[in-house]
């Protein structure tokens, strides 16, 4: 069986109420997203006349994701 798109949940608790949390994807894009931050926090060095820089970095962020996602199951045999 393979792993999810998602890569499964990233911080499953199993107990007598089984919660899933949020996906691997979504902790590895928030990651990303925390790191770009360091190097390009939001607000500093925005463009007035170019309101989808958000939206670009967030997009970037869950590339960087999907390429984390695939290059764990590279490792797997």
């Known amino acids: ?5 998602d890569g499964g949940p990233a911080f499953p608790c199993a107990g007598p109420v089984r919660q899933e949390g949020m996906s691997l994807r979504d902790w590895f894009a928030g990651q990303a997203l925390a790191g770009i931050g360091v190097w390009l926090p939001v607000g500093q060095h925005e463009n007035p006349s170019y309101p989808e820089q958000r939206e670009l970095r967030a997009a970037w962020a869950y590339r960087q994701a999907d390429a984390m996602l695939a290059e764990r ?5």
């Open 73 to 77: 199951v590279k490792d797997k045999p």
């Open 1 to 5: 069986m393979s792993a999810p798109k």
